[in-house]
C-alpha cells in the first residue's frame, strides 16, 4: 500500500489556508497595537486634560497687583513713639477719596469701602517706614501694598461689572474706582513673589507655600532617614540570609499586605502610637515623616526584594566560587547591581508618601499654621494639607492658590521622579 501523492491543488490550497492564517496574524498585531496607541493617547489625554484645568485656574496666582499711592504722614494722627497703632488703611483711604474729589458720609461707609479695597498688608509697610525713621511724619511718602483678594481678582478678570452686583463682593462704586486708580497709573502688576517666600496666613493675597515646602522636606528627610535604611536592610535579609519556611512566608505575605493597607490607617496608628502614647509634639514634621516612614516601608522592602531577585544567579555563584563569603557576595557584588532598582524604589516610595494627605489630617496638619517651622519638633504644614485646607476656604481666592500649590507639589513630585531616572542611570553605567 502506497502514500497517496499530494497534488498540485492540495498543495495550493494549504498554501492559501497558511496565507490567510498568517494575514489574520498580522492583522490581530496590528489591531492590538492600534489598540495600545489609544490607550496611550486616552491616558495622555486625560493627562493633559487634568494639568490644562489645573494650570487656568492656577496661573494667576503666580502674578498679583500692588497698588502704589502717596500717603500723607498726618502728625495729628500718626504716633512717633507706636506707630504700629496708627489706623494707616483707613487714612490712606480718606485721602483716597479725596483726590477723588469724593465727601465722605458722617458714618464714614465710603472710607470703610475704599479701606476694604487695601490688604492689611499696607498698615505693616507703613509702620515700618516710619518705625525706621521718624522723621517722615509730616511729609508724603510713596507706600506700595497689595490690593486686597477681591481687588486682585477684579484686575485678573475673575470678578466682572457685567455681573449683577448682588452676585458679587464689590459694588459698582468700588469697581470705579479701582478702575480710576488703575488709569492713574497706581496699579500696577508683578510676580507674585510672596507665595514661594510667605507662610499660609487667613488672607488670600498675603498667603504663601513656603511654610508647606519647608514641613514637607523636613517629613521627607525623617521618612528617608527611617524608611530607606531599614526597608533595605529587612529586604536584603528576607531575600539573601533568611532561612526559607512558615515564618518567613508570613513575613513576606504580610508585608504585601501592608503595602495594600490604606493610609488613613497609618495616621489612625501614627495618633494612637507617636502623639497619644509617646507624646511627640501634635503636627510635627517628627511625627508626620514617622508616619510616612511606616507607609513607605513596604514599597522600599518589595522594590529592594525584586531587584536583588532580578541579579543573575551567576553572579553569586561566581563570587562564592572565588572565596568570598555570603556576606561579601551581598554587599560588594549582589547588591551593588541591584542598587538602581533600589534607588528608584525608594525614590518613588518617597513621591508617593510626599503627596499623602489621610495620614497627615489625622495627625493635626489641617490646622491653620502661619509660621515657617524651623526645626522638626515644631507644628508645621504639608503642601498636601494645604491643598485641602485652602480648597475648603471660603474666599474665592484661595481657590486659585489651591491649583498653584498643587502644581508646586506636582513640580515637586516631578524632580523627585526625575531624580531616580538620573540615578539608576547613572549606577547603570557605573556597574
Request: aromatic content about 6%.
Amino acid at each position: 500500500m502506497t502514500d497517496a501523492t499530494p497534488t498540485s491543488a492540495d498543495a495550493t490550497a494549504r498554501t492559501d489556508r497558511l496565507r490567510a492564517g498568517l494575514k489574520r496574524r498580522y492583522a490581530r498585531e496590528g489591531r492590538f497595537k492600534l489598540y495600545g496607541l489609544l490607550a496611550i493617547a486616552v491616558a495622555v489625554g486625560f493627562l493633559l486634560l487634568l494639568l490644562g484645568r489645573i494650570i487656568e485656574q492656577g496661573h494667576t496666582a503666580f502674578y498679583a497687583h500692588t497698588l502704589t499711592t502717596p500717603v500723607y504722614m498726618d502728625p495729628a494722627r500718626v504716633d512717633r513713639a507706636y506707630p504700629q497703632g496708627t489706623n494707616f488703611e483707613l487714612l490712606v483711604a480718606e485721602q483716597q477719596l479725596a483726590r477723588f474729589g469724593i465727601t465722605d458720609d458722617a458714618a464714614g461707609t465710603k472710607a470703610l469701602a475704599m479701606r476694604s479695597l487695601f490688604s492689611s498688608e499696607l498698615k505693616f509697610v507703613a509702620a515700618e517706614r516710619v518705625a525706621s525713621n521718624p522723621n517722615v511724619i509730616g511729609q508724603t511718602l510713596p507706600i506700595a501694598a497689595p490690593l486686597s483678594d477681591d481687588a486682585d481678582l477684579y484686575f485678573k478678570g475673575e470678578i466682572s461689572g457685567e455681573t449683577p452686583q448682588d452676585q458679587r463682593r464689590l459694588t459698582n462704586e468700588q469697581i470705579d474706582w479701582l478702575d480710576r486708580m488703575e488709569a492713574s497709573g497706581n496699579v500696577s502688576s508683578h510676580f507674585n513673589t510672596g507665595l514661594f517666600t510667605k507662610g499660609d496666613s487667613t488672607e488670600p493675597e498675603l498667603a504663601g507655600v513656603l511654610g508647606a515646602i519647608v514641613g514637607s522636606a523636613l517629613m521627607l528627610m525623617i521618612t528617608a532617614v527611617i524608611a530607606i535604611p531599614l526597608g533595605v536592610g529587612a529586604a536584603v535579609y528576607l531575600e539573601e540570609f533568611a532561612p526559607r519556611g512558615r515564618l518567613t512566608d508570613l513575613i513576606e505575605v504580610n508585608i504585601n499586605n501592608l503595602a495594600a493597607v490604606p493610609s488613613i490607617i497609618y495616621g489612625l496608628l501614627g495618633l494612637t502610637l507617636f502623639i497619644n502614647w509617646m507624646h511627640l509634639p501634635r503636627a510635627s514634621p517628627l511625627v508626620g515623616g514617622l508616619v510616612l516612614a511606616l507607609m513607605a516601608l513596604p514599597t522600599i522592602i518589595i522594590a529592594t526584594r525584586s531587584s536583588l531577585k532580578a541579579v543573575p544567579p551567576s553572579i553569586r555563584e561566581a563570587a562564592l566560587a572565588m572565596g568570598a563569603s555570603k556576606t561579601q557576595t551581598v554587599f560588594q557584588h549582589t547588591l551593588p547591581l541591584a542598587m538602581p532598582g533600589v534607588m528608584t524604589g525608594s525614590i518613588i516610595s518617597m513621591a508617593h508618601a510626599l503627596g499623602e494627605t489621610a495620614p497627615l489630617l489625622l495627625i493635626g496638619m489641617v490646622s491653620f499654621i502661619p509660621g515657617i517651622p524651623t526645626s522638626i519638633v515644631e507644628p508645621t504644614g504639608a503642601l498636601p494639607s494645604l491643598v485641602y485646607i485652602w480648597e475648603n476656604a471660603s474666599e474665592r481666592a484661595f481657590h486659585e492658590r489651591t491649583a498653584a500649590a498643587i502644581l508646586v507639589l506636582l513640580t515637586f513630585m516631578i524632580i523627585m521622579n526625575a531624580a531616580a531616572i538620573i540615578l539608576r542611570r547613572r549606577f547603570e553605567r557605573r556597574w
